[in-house]
């Protein structure tokens, strides 16, 4: 899988007619609800077929990667600034639902206190110090919509990816000029 650009992409090591996006890499975030992938940007798509490996033991081949920054995109009369991060994430979410959350707040108390010492003649002395303390205490409840983390709704993780891709691309590239390949 990997998505085209038709028109010109202007890159720091030149302009292409063939740029080429693939996925090399997702991350599962459950802890965070999350996946993370990372798109990489090729002059060609021969230069991605180069880099890929085909079987575990075959060794990387180092193909130049065009940096991901400073990009700018020319087809017709449309131009704009392309920016692909280095690292896409998208929520694991479900429906909306409403939830009844508890509002926590440290509370800080402090009182004084009488303590007896000796001074440096060995007589008794009061001395009143302050003494502080903090605890946690439930100040409120509040209904509030949240959307469930779901685990459930990986099935094909490297096509929702690219699904998720290819949206954030047509924000900038009109949806005619990408193709999937």
């Not at 890929?52 to 704009?80: F, H, M, R, W």
Request: glycine letters at 4%.
């Amino acid at each position: 899988m990997a998505i085209q650009i038709q028109g010109t992409v202007k890159t720091a090591y030149g302009n292409t007619e063939t740029a080429y996006i693939r996925i090399e890499f997702y991350k599962v975030k459950p802890w965070l609800g999350e996946v993370e992938y990372n798109p990489i940007l090729f002059l060609s798509s021969s230069d991605a077929i180069k880099s890929k490996k085909y079987y575990y033991q075959d060794d990387l081949v180092n193909v130049a990667l065009c940096p991901t920054n400073d990009l700018e995109y020319e087809s017709g009369s449309i131009t704009g600034s392309l920016i692909i991060n280095d690292l896409i994430s998208f929520p694991l979410t479900g429906s909306t639902e409403s939830v009844m959350r508890e509002n926590w707040a440290e509370v800080f108390t402090s009182s004084s206190q009488t303590f007896i010492d000796f001074d440096e003649n060995g007589e008794e002395v009061e001395e009143t110090r302050m003494l502080t303390s903090s605890y946690w205490t439930k100040v409120s409840e509040s209904l509030q919509d949240v959307n469930r983390i779901q685990m459930d709704n990986l099935t094909d993780v490297y096509a929702q990816c690219y699904s998720h891709l290819r949206g954030e691309l047509e924000h900038i590239v009109p949806s005619a000029s990408l193709l999937d390949v």
